[in-house]
């Protein structure tokens, strides 16, 4: 009998195909005397060479020896009618090949057979055994292949240690090898000193798409001996998304299978942030979802992704909803998870943070908590537009998504007003109060001037949203003139000033609350437009002035300047005792003074 090094692959034999190859090596010049059954097939044979191996063929024989028994049934056997052939080839002194591909069933069969050195010096399941020790177990692609053989000999192979002595092996020779890479790359830099050059990640980790072809169980118990032995995360990662390319893609699997591959995955997955693909991860999560697989490993995937959401997509977390009819489009609560995750993660690294303050500098960068923040919250108000639309979409669940991220997370106001926006033109039935509840969310101190000037003109917003925004873009003018012209007595006016939004003294009737706000309204409208033709007036001047500096000298420039100055700022209340009551500046002065007594 040979041992070969080399794995070979041998298709299961038909009845017809067993009964040919076996009368190929039998014994031809001597009737047989005992007929063997396995799963089906017949073997006519000689009890003589069995039983000299096989201790549990001569012990049926003998339990049957006055009713001359001559047929047996050996049920269960395991490997079948291709493992029998190999064991009674070995009977039969008829050499053949022991490989990868077959050693662990000789070494099932010899044990089912009983062909131990108990009854037979140099018997056949030595010689496995022999094999499985010194050849294969040193060879990181043959245990594999063992181990694939493995998966129908179970339970048998796992008592046998068949099992685990292959799952050693690779996980020892994986990490071995990861070492022996780790010490070739050493080299001294220019300095003299020792270090490690940089290689491409999972570099001369072959083996990981060898792993790709055991089933899910012994490949999760693959995994788990390498993370034991401290294979590196990074190769841990890259085998995880192989092996799901190949099972949950490349495969036509059932959804329990599927179910199964899935949650064994996100178990495996290593602790250690970043090293597993965000696409990977958001990938999983669908599946997940889809599948229903257990709240565990859908928590485990939000958490994960939680952590690193500043670097997503917004096609990454439009999660599409698999529940039932009439539900959103989207799986909206599922994302809202992962935010609420991704505030609760900046929360703890802020307090990290204040932990190790001392070692800051003084750069007004922003941190990388707060760049987070910031990629996240753009993010999120183009997830808000995107699902505003749907019109399964229930209020709470949008101010829900839109109210977790802290209120510092948003440095301007526009994307979120766009969404609110988008909203409201999808649900036109919404009440009022819903309207106002909505609008909440907005800070009008932080739209753009072109986001303002849209909300100053947009009936969908509640009139207290609408107020809001035109005293602001006053208070921007009015600013903007005073950083212009610094040096006159124009007074800026400072953002402490909040609109009430509809929260007025429970006195005044809901009727004479809306005619308050209404007469506010144009109040501001009005104050605004006579502060944006002061504006104009102020740019023409801006340009005679200009050209007034080319053709005159600086003295007659400063008289002409001081002449068209003091006439222009007497917009926002200082006018003298001759003007009459009913100017523009007094009205301005009256409006103010309405401001100011709200405050």
Known sequence: MSMDKHHHHQMPLTKS???????????????????IE???????????????????????????????????????????????????????????????????????????????EDHSKNNLGSRAEEYLDSIVCKNLEMCVEVLRQSENLLPLADELK?????????????????????FSRLEYSSSGRLHMSKQANCEGDWWIEDLSVLRIDLYQRVITAMKFRGVRPESIAASLVSYAQ???????????????????????????????????LFGLLRSAVMLDCNAACRLDLERRIGSQLDIATLDDILIPSFRHAGDTMFDVDTVHRILVNFSQQEGDSDDEMEDVSVFESDSPTATPSQTALFKVSKLVDNYLAEIAPDANLKLNKFIAVAETLPAHARSVHDGLYRAIDVYLKAHLTLSDPDKRRLCKSID??????EAGAHAAQNERLPLQSIVQVLYFEQLRLRNALFCSYPDDDIKPMHQSW??????????????????????????????????????????????????????????????????????????????????????????????????????
């Open 162 to 182: 068949i099992v685990s002595r292959c799952i050693d092996a690779v996980a020892s020779k994986a990490c071995v090898e990861q070492i022996a890479s780790s």
């Open 17 to 35: 195909a067993s009964r040919q190859r076996y009368n190929e090596w039998v014994f031809r010049d001597v009737p047989s005397d005992i007929t």
């Open 498 to 599: 909040r609109i009430n939004s509809g929260a007025f003294s429970a006195a005044m009737s809901p009727k004479d609350n809306y005619a308050s706000l209404r007469r506010e309204n144009r109040e501001l409208k009005l104050e605004l437009a006579r502060m944006r033709m002061r504006l104009n007036d102020l740019e023409k001047d801006h340009v005679c002035m200009k050209r007034d500096m080319q053709k005159s000298s600086s003295r007659r420039f400063m008289k002409s300047f001081s002449k068209r100055i003091g006439k222009k700022f007497n917009i926002f209340g200082h006018s003298s005792s001759r003007e009459s009551t009913n100017s523009p500046s007094r009205h301005s002065e009256r409006t103010d003074s309405k401001i100011t007594d709200r405050t």
């Open 246 to 280: 190949k099972e949950l893609i490349q495969k036509s699997i059932s959804g329990s299978k599927e179910k199964l591959v899935v949650e064994t995955i996100v178990s495996l997955m290593p602790v250690e942030k970043f090293v597993v693909p965000l696409s990977f």
């Open 38 to 116: 396995v799963d089906g097939a017949i073997f006519s044979l000689h009890k003589f060479p069995l039983v000299s191996r096989s201790g549990r063929i001569r012990r049926l024989v003998a339990e049957h020896r006055d009713s001359d028994i001559s047929r047996i049934e050996l049920v269960s056997l395991p490997g079948g009618s291709e493992s029998f052939e190999l064991a009674a080839k070995f009977c039969y002194g008829v050499n053949f090949e022991i490989t990868s591909s077959n050693v662990a069933q000789l070494c099932c069969v010899s044990d089912y057979l009983e062909m131990s």
């Open 444 to 449: 009008f101190q932080k739209l753009s001037q």
